[in-house]
């Protein structure tokens, strides 16, 4: 089981990026997904989450208003739509996913994980 995040990069704040995260080796259609972000001497912060199935999304109260989980089964992808960016929002961020179908904001109810992406915001 593999997944892939990627579509980070240098931008402006008040920009937009969109991160993917690709799955293979298994369908993650049933599967809760899951953002995550780590800056630069900080530890690991939930950013968003959202269950298998329904597709229920829970948002940290940081990015609450200008990030969007979505995901696209068909591809076993989960897209993070970033806008509004700022400096803050600067860290690596990690995709991934769970055994369960239920969300969550702790990262070690993770099972799987993916490289991780740098995000960088300028200001």
């Known amino acids: 089981v593999q997944l892939q995040a990627y579509g980070g990069g240098l931008v402006q704040a008040g920009d937009s990026l969109r991160l993917s995260c690709a799955a293979s080796?298994?369908?993650?259609?049933?599967?809760?997904m899951g953002w995550f972000r780590q800056a630069p001497g900080k530890e690991r912060e939930f950013v968003a989450a959202?269950?298998?199935?329904?597709?229920?999304?829970y948002y940290a109260d940081s990015v609450k208003g200008r990030f969007t989980i979505s995901r696209e089964n068909a591809k076993n992808t989960v897209y993070l739509q970033m806008n509004r960016l700022k400096p803050g929002d600067t860290a690596v961020y990690f995709c991934?996913?769970?055994?369960?179908?239920?969300?969550?904001?702790?990262?070690?109810?993770?099972?799987?994980w993916g490289q991780g992406t740098q995000v960088t915001v300028s200001s």
């Open positions: 959202i269950s298998g199935s329904v597709g229920i999304t």
């Open positions: 991934a996913a769970r055994r369960s179908s239920w969300n969550s904001l702790i990262s070690i109810d993770y099972d799987y």
């Open positions: 080796g298994r369908t993650f259609s049933n599967n809760a």
